[in-house]
């Protein structure tokens, strides 16, 4: 149910009122909770959250009801000069597992964030509270948001509410990785803001339906297209831009990594949709789309490398998110229509979307269990993990269980799609990029094989857990991960478009079969480039494959190692900097290369 | 040259100078300063996109100049909160500087400018 093509545009559906109501809601909540104060803060959000999850299934059931995008005009006025409100089918499904993530990372944060016993307000939970429901409601306007400069409020909205988030325990590696966080993502949007203006100046209007009939290529679009998704790549932290990621989302509390990595970067990210595929649908070229995708093609080898070579299970994690975002892009070459030169709402745009929400499922799900780990064991080291399987078995077991879904494990939602993504690779002969979507699963096992390798080996020394772990935290982990696995047999047809309907093509024994050819590819890209500690974990044979793969291992280790230093070069902010300006010129220039 | 040409050069030679600013400059007070200038720069040009908007008989168009409004009040609070997290990260490290030397065993990259 892609929304450009036939919107009326000029009246408020019925149902509407649940678009205003799913931003207003997380909005009060956050007056109230600031107002109330103390431990009366945590309670307000507790009550906001069941409230939320069920705005945003009231508007799946009425979006399929309706057959048609829901619509709010804010006062009546209607476009270009009012402000409209607007959900598709993509916004509603983001808004829905937002619901699902944010109450289970409020579940789980109950623990780490209570206000302690005889003290009437902490600073970390009362601000923790607040932000993590402002996180919510700018998410929501984000996937509503019906014109540009709405969707730039949000955006800011999203990074202000994410980046006290970073620093939340105040040490000083956290408040520069927050700094540092927020400055790079005001950047990206200056950026994105010049966009706008310069839009606005050629079209005299921001409203996203309005500008998809009458934006064509020309010189200030095309400056405007190439400077607003430069922009937008830096918030969303695509290879090259991703210098602010790792050290805010390791850094920050394990209930704040689990939204940051799970949903914040999913917003800037649909935004990217919303500018390709509805304002600049007859913009596109071939050039364009390959760009794109190479970024992302780029971020799963970087992202993948490096992260085999960190020592702390969180910095794993961040990296994996980097790896996972470019993943997201991947699709644009294969929605790319070569007849029309626009890029096309199919099964590509529904696999690209489908991974994001299984990312944030997953992702958050991992997070959460590494939080725990960490605060059990007292530190995250991945060689020091050994008999934790033991020790913890349901963390353990969530993060396998988050991992495998990310692999597309059959039925899981990352295995939708993956499968979508083939088909529409194969649809458009697009062989190179069936090959890193391979490539992408491989990596992606192989990082969640090294820590599951480490996690299930035997304890050198018997541990001794500093703090017990809560059994609710490890439960909300465990679900979440559960329903990234199970999200591939959600009803998806009615909300995301496919032409050819969204089921699998091949038999369920088979495509489990066959998703297990890139967990072995996964366990030798672990054996060749991950960390070990002073033995090796416990794998099948394991002394055996040690002295065949020794020499392979050297060769590997030596490939990876300029990996390592170009993502560190590639951390410095001059280099962000001029890299981000870089791609805005690269971006501008496939775009012209086409329009002539 | 009219004067909405000049205004507009005028904009984005501060906004320029602020990108300047914002990447070169490793010192975080100066990337915030350097930031308002380019906030600045932008508010011109939308400025210059009134004005040259308008319809026939109007001075300039208004929506711009709502959107520079709100363009302000979101740029003052990422001031106030970059600076506020400034401030902290000086009375906790004593300096007000975004290279980390790495602390030992946190696995940070020394050397982030």
């Known amino acids: ?596 | 040259m009219s004067a909405a040409i000049v205004f507009g050069l005028c904009g984005a030679a501060v906004a320029g100078l602020g990108l300047y600013g914002l990447i070169a400059d490793p010192r975080p007070l100066r990337k915030i300063v350097a930031f308002n200038l380019l906030g600045s720069g932008v508010f011109m040009v939308f400025g210059v996109v009134a004005r040259r908007g308008a319809a026939s008989g109007f001075g300039g168009d208004p929506v711009p100049q709502a959107l520079v409004i709100t363009g302000v009040v979101v740029a003052f609070s990422a001031t106030a909160l970059a600076v506020a997290l400034l401030l902290r990260l000086f009375q906790v490290t004593g300096s007000a500087t975004l290279n980390t030397e790495a602390p030992a065993g946190t696995g940070t990259d020394p050397a982030d400018a």
């Open chain 1, 1 to 596: 149910m892609p929304y450009p093509a036939s919107v009326p545009g000029d009246v408020t559906t019925t149902g509407g009122f649940l678009l205003v109501l799913s931003v207003v809601i997380p909005v009060a909540g956050v007056l109230l909770a600031f107002v109330l104060g103390g431990r009366q803060a945590e309670r307000v959000v507790l009550a906001t959250m069941p409230l939320g999850l069920v705005i945003a299934l009231a508007i799946l059931v009425t979006l399929r009801q309706a057959g048609a995008p829901l619509i709010y005009l804010l006062g009546g006025w209607a476009p270009p000069l009012g402000v409209a409100l607007r959900a598709d089918g993509l916004s509603a499904v983001m808004m829905a597992i937002t619901a699902v993530v944010i109450g289970a990372v409020g579940v789980f944060a109950r623990v780490d964030f209570r206000t302690p016993r005889g003290s009437i307000e902490a600073r970390a939970p009362f601000a923790f509270w607040i932000l993590l429901l402002a996180i919510w409601g700018a998410l929501n306007m984000v996937f509503l948001g019906g014109d540009l400069f709405t969707l730039y409020v949000a955006l800011e909205l999203l990074t202000f509410s994410a980046v006290p988030l970073v620093c939340l325990d105040g040490r000083a590696e956290t408040l520069q990785a927050a700094l540092r966080y927020l400055l790079f993502a005001l950047l990206g949007a200056v950026l994105y803001l010049v966009g706008t203006a310069l839009l606005y100046g050629s079209y005299g209007t921001l409203d996203i339906v309005l500008l998809s009939r009458r934006v064509h290529a020309e010189p200030a679009t095309v400056v405007a297209a190439a400077l607003m998704t430069a922009g937008l790549l830096a918030k969303t932290a695509l290879f090259p831009l991703h210098l602010w990621l790792p050290p805010a989302h390791a850094g920050a509390p394990a209930a704040a990594s689990a939204v940051l990595s799970g949903l914040v970067v999913k917003g800037s990210f649909f935004i990217v949709i919303r500018l390709w595929f509805d304002v600049f649908a007859d913009l596109p070229s071939f050039v364009l789309a390959q760009l794109l995708a190479a970024l992302g093609a780029a971020a799963i080898l970087f992202g993948s490398v490096v992260a085999l070579r960190q020592e702390r299970l969180k910095l794993l994690v961040a990296y994996s998110t980097l790896a996972q975002i470019g993943y997201l892009f991947l699709m644009f070459p294969l929605a790319f229509d070569a007849g029309s030169t626009r890029l096309a709402s199919g099964g590509a745009l529904a696999g690209g979307l489908l991974q994001a929400i299984s990312h944030a499922a997953a992702k958050a799900a991992m997070f959460m269990s590494a939080g725990l780990i960490y605060a059990a064991l007292g530190h995250d080291r991945i060689v020091g993990l050994g008999g934790v399987g033991r020790a913890l078995p349901v963390s353990v077991f969530a993060f396998a269980l988050g991992g495998v879904a990310l692999v597309g494990v059959p039925p899981s939602g990352a295995y939708l799609a993956k499968e979508l993504l083939l088909q529409a690779a194969s649809a458009t002969e697009q062989w190179w990029w069936a090959v890193v979507i391979q490539a992408g699963g491989i990596f992606t096992s192989s990082y969640v094989l090294l820590v599951l390798a480490h996690a299930l080996a035997p304890a050198d020394a018997s541990i001794t857990l500093r703090a017990p772990v809560g059994r609710i935290q490890e439960a909300s982990a465990a679900a979440l991960a559960l329903c990234s696995l199970l999200l591939g047999l959600a009803p998806w047809q009615a909300y995301l478009p496919a032409p050819d309907g969204i089921a699998p093509s091949t038999p369920a024994l088979e495509a489990l079969s066959a998703s297990l050819w890139p967990l072995l590819g996964g366990a030798a890209v672990a054996i060749l480039l991950g960390r070990k500690g002073d033995r090796l974990p416990r794998i099948p044979l394991g002394q055996v494959v040690a002295a065949t793969v020794g020499p392979a291992r050297r060769a590997a280790l030596a490939l990876s190692r300029p990996i390592e230093r170009i993502d560190n070069m590639l951390r410095q902010w001059p280099a962000a900097g001029l890299s981000l300006l870089a791609l805005a010129v690269l971006l501008g220039a496939a775009l012209l290369a086409a329009s002539r």
